[in-house]
């Protein structure tokens, strides 16, 4: 088994994948060669990965080195973004087959009426393979610890998906028959349970509120990924040179002319700031690959499922991605990215290592099923975010060392450019790594372990017999 696994991994996620996709399709009845497409737009989604990687690390980690030595900060993990997680999570032992398994599970949960969900969000199971991969690491490369991570994790994720999925086709518009079924989304609703209930104990806060809609027309150009993410790249730049401006006599004397001396940072600044537009523009265009890829073999699988299913209800779990563009979401996202920033920066201080950078463009994705929770109300929006993301650098920050190993063993097997961490550095990534699932899940397999499986065990056990229970009496109330 070892050996089949090793020589899977060897292929790396930009061939295995294809295959394994083309399988899938031909599994659920589509053509061949439609199958294969679908197969190739993932295989070529994982090798744009690797580049706009590779373009991250080179680039940034002298300037985030040099900002860490100037300021004296202890900004020591490196945010390689989901594109990096992703190939850690589809390059190991757990991931390679962590699709076809979940698929499998999701099957049997749905006619034994444990869910109602149906996971076509195929793409995202990098989530599930990735705290999976990271248990499987931590333990000694234990397939038993790893698989064990990403199931429970794949099945307290189904059953959040059925609880909010009214709650969700309630606030949004169009979105009937559709849950959400993406673990770092449902990592949030707790937080925005809790602080929703607990703001709405202050007298009037309810009434405090900001125009979203008029705040998006607004930030105008600003609210672009590819200026906010030049903004951000430009700031880098120039807090790297500060010794630089500051002592820039000294600094001068090593060129011919001032000019040139002016010209050098210059160009390094606003090179800086290109390249994290490129980044932040670069990953959600790479992201559609994926989704063109994958919408074929997913609408294929909800044909499948409708057909079988005829009758009865089900939700057809969808991608975030349909609801991101909401006003608020957009708002709020781009309020928060600066705060975080310098958030991180000021939280270095008090053990947080964490600078988030690629995982910026992924801020939008928070607040999906916060949003259901809090009536879109921006001010509380904004605060359900500040706290979540304030207690994920955190997260990431603690398992920056098992997303090192695992992302190193990645390398050394595949020379995956995405799994390339800068020298120097730990590895780490604000998508799933800090959320409240993936982190909860880590803690137990890391700390407690025994223990932590029986515990998790006990609450996935838990939510899914609850689940049933309220699905069985609903069928039977309807009747």
């Given at each position: 088994?070892?050996?089949?696994?090793?020589?899977?991994?060897?292929?790396?996620?930009?061939?295995?994948?294809?295959?394994?996709?083309?399988?899938?399709?031909?599994?659920?009845?589509?053509?061949?060669?439609?199958?294969?497409?679908?197969?190739?737009?993932?295989?070529?989604?994982?090798?744009?990965?690797?580049?706009?990687?590779?373009?991250?690390?080179?680039?940034?980690?002298?300037?985030?080195?040099?900002?860490?030595?100037i300021f004296e900060l202890d900004l020591k993990v490196f945010d390689?973004?989901?594109?990096?997680?992703?190939?850690?999570?589809?390059?190991?032992?757990?991931?390679?087959?962590?699709?076809?398994?979940?698929?499998?599970?999701?099957?049997?949960?749905?006619?034994?009426?444990?869910?109602?969900?149906?996971?076509?969000?195929?793409?995202?199971?990098?989530?599930?393979?990735?705290?999976?991969?990271?248990?499987?690491?931590?333990?000694?490369?234990?397939?038993?610890?790893g698989y064990f991570a990403a199931i429970s994790c794949y099945i307290?994720?189904?059953?959040?998906?059925?609880?909010?999925?009214?709650?969700?086709?309630?606030?949004?518009?169009?979105?009937?028959?559709?849950?959400?079924?993406?673990?770092?989304?449902?990592?949030?609703?707790?937080?925005?349970?809790?602080?929703?209930?607990?703001?709405?104990?202050?007298?009037?806060?309810?009434?405090?509120?900001?125009?979203?809609?008029?705040?998006?027309?607004?930030?105008?150009?600003?609210?672009?990924?590819?200026?906010?993410?030049?903004?951000?790249?430009?700031?880098?730049?120039?807090?790297?040179?500060?010794?630089?401006?500051?002592?820039?006599?000294?600094?001068?004397?090593?060129?011919?002319?001032?000019?040139?001396?002016?010209?050098?940072?210059?160009?390094?600044?606003?090179?800086?700031?290109?390249?994290?537009?490129?980044v932040m523009e670069l990953i959600p265009r790479i992201t559609r690959?994926?989704?063109?890829?994958?919408?074929?073999?997913?609408?294929?699988?909800?044909?499948?499922?409708?057909?079988?299913?005829?009758?009865?209800?089900?939700?057809?779990?969808?991608?975030?991605?349909?609801?991101?563009?909401?006003?608020?979401?957009?708002?709020?996202?781009?309020?928060?990215?600066?705060?975080?920033?310098?958030?991180?920066?000021?939280?270095?201080?008090?053990?947080?290592?964490?600078?988030?950078?690629?995982?910026?463009?992924?801020?939008?994705?928070?607040?999906?099923?916060?949003?259901?929770?809090?009536?879109?109300?921006?001010?509380?929006?904004?605060?359900?975010?500040?706290?979540?993301?304030?207690?994920?650098?955190?997260?990431?920050?603690?398992?920056?060392?098992?997303?090192?190993?695992?992302?190193?063993?990645?390398?050394?097997?595949?020379?995956?450019?995405?799994?390339?961490?800068?020298?120097?550095?730990?590895?780490?990534?604000?998508?799933?790594?800090?959320?409240?699932?993936?982190?909860?899940?880590?803690?137990?397999?890391?700390?407690?372990?025994?223990?932590?499986?029986?515990?998790?065990?006990?609450?996935?056990?838990?939510?899914?017999?609850?689940?049933?229970?309220?699905?069985?009496?609903?069928?039977?109330?309807?009747?």
């Amino acid at each position: 088994m070892e050996q089949v696994f090793t020589y899977i991994i060897q292929l790396g996620a930009s061939v295995m994948m294809p295959i394994l996709f083309t399988i899938i399709g031909l599994c659920i009845g589509m053509k061949f060669g439609k199958a294969l497409k679908s197969g190739l737009y993932v295989g070529v989604g994982f090798v744009g990965l690797g580049i706009v990687t590779a373009l991250l690390t080179t680039n940034f980690n002298t300037p985030l080195d040099a900002i860490s030595k100037i300021f004296e900060l202890d900004l020591k993990v490196f945010d390689m973004g989901w594109p990096a997680a992703a190939a850690v999570a589809y390059n190991t032992a757990v991931g390679a087959l962590i699709i076809p398994i979940c698929l499998g599970i999701n099957f049997l949960l749905l006619i034994t009426k444990c869910t109602r969900t149906v996971n076509i969000d195929l793409w995202n199971y990098w989530h599930f393979a990735f705290i999976g991969a990271v248990a499987y690491f931590v333990m000694d490369q234990s397939l038993l610890w790893g698989y064990f991570a990403a199931i429970s994790c794949y099945i307290v994720t189904l059953v959040m998906a059925d609880l909010t999925a009214e709650r969700f086709q309630g606030y949004y518009d169009n979105m009937e028959g559709i849950s959400i079924p993406q673990p770092f989304c449902q990592s949030f609703t707790a937080f925005a349970i809790v602080i929703n209930w607990l703001l709405d104990r202050i007298p009037g806060f309810s009434k405090l509120d900001i125009d979203a809609e008029g705040m998006k027309q607004k930030f105008g150009v600003l609210g672009e990924p590819l200026v906010l993410g030049v903004i951000v790249g430009a700031l880098i730049g120039a807090a790297a040179h500060f010794d630089h401006l500051v002592n820039f006599s000294a600094y001068a004397a090593g060129f011919d002319t001032t000019a040139d001396a002016v010209m050098s940072i210059t160009k390094s600044i606003l090179f800086l700031g290109v390249t994290m537009g490129a980044v932040m523009e670069l990953i959600p265009r790479i992201t559609r690959l994926f989704i063109d890829g994958l919408m074929p073999i997913s609408e294929k699988t909800q044909e499948v499922v409708k057909r079988k299913f005829k009758g009865k209800k089900v939700y057809i779990g969808m991608s975030p991605a349909l609801v991101i563009g909401h006003p608020t979401t957009l708002v709020v996202s781009l309020l928060l990215i600066p705060v975080t920033l310098i958030l991180a920066i000021a939280l270095s201080k008090a053990g947080n290592q964490f600078l988030p950078l690629a995982s910026l463009a992924g801020m939008f994705y928070v607040f999906v099923m916060v949003l259901p929770y809090t009536k879109g109300n921006v001010v509380k929006t904004f605060i359900v975010g500040l706290v979540a993301v304030t207690i994920g650098l955190y997260f990431v920050t603690d398992m920056a060392p098992a997303f090192t190993l695992a992302a190193n063993t990645v390398f050394e097997a595949t020379q995956d450019k995405a799994a390339q961490i800068p020298e120097g550095f730990q590895a780490g990534a604000m998508d799933f790594a800090s959320s409240l699932f993936g982190y909860v899940i880590y803690a137990c397999v890391k700390y407690i372990q025994w223990i932590g499986m029986g515990v998790l065990t006990l609450i996935t056990i838990s939510m899914v017999v609850w689940n049933r229970l309220r699905i069985v009496r609903e069928e039977t109330t309807s009747k």
